[in-house]
């Protein structure tokens, strides 16, 4: 599915080229104080807080014959207007509205294509008098914005939203379907069985495995089709490991790199199983991987092999649970099962578990989904004023997935303390049955660009 378009259209030398770089994250377009460095129409991906869209860079709009070189240059920008989801219009704060700004809003006016208008250069107060002059304009209310220092991306984010949006409704990515591989990697200490269990599901001896600790030094991956309970065929890219041990005990220099090589894996996957030696329970190393995982935005299950000559079960498995609620603050009920990589039980529910809990990593929530569950949220507990500053959150939304990620927009709300951030996390775990994978939660509080006061 193609991405949203985003056309950066203004007179020359208002910031466009500066804008453009900002929003890719490289230096794409040459920047020069001198008008009319750019010419042609430049494209580039870009990201806005998780928003994702395609970005145009134009030629300064010049009122100019269309037969000579700036003529031709407005031609190119006003197809990008017509290609486009939506445009920002630009204009210089410091310099205020000119006539040639005139010009272009009554064309953006007549094409009835949506338009975004900010005032770039507006840090510090020389841009005030520029900001109030663009509000006559007849495109809304401007955006204050700094494309030099990237002041007023919040509001630049909540004015791009109901247009680059991706509908809820509309197919996903092809990595994002549902019938995509998943990427599921085997992590572990040495000698846990990873290599074993991969040869079980498998069905074939590909990895080698012995008595031996350490035997796999790279990341294997293996392309495999599980038969689920159903009776199809559902594709799996199986990620074997090297072990990872304390980092006091890695000294080779070949080992050091197969731990590298590990962490680059557990990059790659979607689904992280962490497999333990059922004979040996659960260590302080097991934690320290488990964290990594989750810290890098993973779904995280946790597997006990060798369950087949474990001694005393029961209590094993309550014991590993406690420790596991106790070790994982972060996330609580983390997928906890049983194997045996020797008889193969339970490793059909394991691969279940795993399709599970990709599909709640993946899971986007509408924003009128999110809002409703909000407002509820914040009657039941309404949040703090620290100092005596009340906190007005505004709205939520979704701005990515896999791991599901929110904005939370509003005043002051950059003050909100972290048990209260806790408090709506675990609320949209239990409202939207993300279960325990990783959700992330950021505040956007937007600067006002008339306050005096900045810094303090």
């Known amino acids: 599915m193609p991405l949203p378009t985003v056309a950066i259209i203004g007179r020359p030398n208002v910031g466009k080229s500066t804008l453009f770089n900002r929003l890719v994250g490289k230096r794409l377009a040459l920047v020069d104080d001198q008008p009319g460095v750019t010419r042609d129409r430049r494209e580039g991906e870009a990201n806005l807080l998780g928003l994702e869209f395609r970005v145009m860079d134009t030629a300064g709009y010049e009122d100019e014959d269309a037969a000579t070189l700036p003529g031709r240059m407005r031609a190119q920008t006003e197809a990008a207007v017509r290609e486009a989801d939506v445009s920002l219009f630009l204009i210089d704060a410091r310099a205020g509205v000119t006539p040639l700004d005139e010009e272009i809003a009554r064309w953006l006016r007549s094409t009835d294509r949506p338009v975004v208008l900010m005032a770039n250069k507006a840090e510090g107060r020389a841009g005030e008098s520029g900001i109030l002059e663009a509000m006559a304009l007849g495109l809304g209310d401007p955006i204050p914005f700094s494309a030099e220092h990237g002041e007023g991306v919040v509001d630049l984010f909540e004015a791009l939203l109901p247009h680059v949006e991706r509908d809820e409704e509309e197919a996903p990515e092809d990595d994002e379907s549902p019938d995509a591989p998943l990427k599921l990697a085997i992590v572990g200490r040495p000698n846990a069985g990873k290599s074993t269990l991969v040869n079980r599901l498998l069905g074939e001896e590909r990895m080698i495995t012995g008595p031996e600790a ?33 980092k006091a005990r890695v000294e080779e220099k070949l080992e050091k790199l197969s731990v590298m090589d590990t962490l680059r894996a557990i990059d790659f996957a979607e689904v992280v199983v962490l497999l333990l030696d059922a004979t040996r329970g659960l260590e302080v190393q097991d934690l320290k991987i488990a964290d990594r995982v989750l810290q890098e935005g993973r779904a995280l299950i946790i597997v006990m092999n060798k369950w087949d000559v474990a001694e005393e079960a029961s209590s094993l498995f309550n014991g590993v649970k406690k420790a596991l609620d106790e ?128 810094g303090k």
Request: glycine letters at 8%; hydrophobic letters at 35%; charged letters at 30%.
């Open 327 to 454: 070790g994982l603050a972060q996330v609580k009920g983390v997928p906890l099962l049983t194997v045996s990589a020797v008889t193969g039980k339970g490793l059909d529910t394991m691969m279940k578990v795993a399709f599970e809990t990709r599909d709640a990593w993946s899971r986007r929530v509408s924003t009128g989904q999110l809002n409703r569950w909000f407002e509820r949220a914040l009657e039941a507990n309404p949040p703090p004023a620290p100092g005596g500053k009340r906190i007005k959150p505004r709205y939520v939304t979704q701005n990515k997935s896999r791991p599901p990620s929110f904005v939370l927009f509003g005043t002051r709300v950059d003050l909100l303390p972290v048990s209260y951030q806790r408090y709506l996390i675990n609320g949209l775990r239990k409202e939207f049955d993300f279960g325990a994978v990783p959700v992330r939660l950021s505040l956007r509080a937007p600067r006002n660009p008339f306050d005096r006061d900045k």
């Open 214 to 246: 350490g035997i796999t030094r790279d990341s294997i991956s293996v392309d495999w089709e599980w038969e689920d309970f159903e009776g199809g065929m559902r594709k799996v890219r199986l990620i074997d490991t090297a072990g990872l041990r304390k």
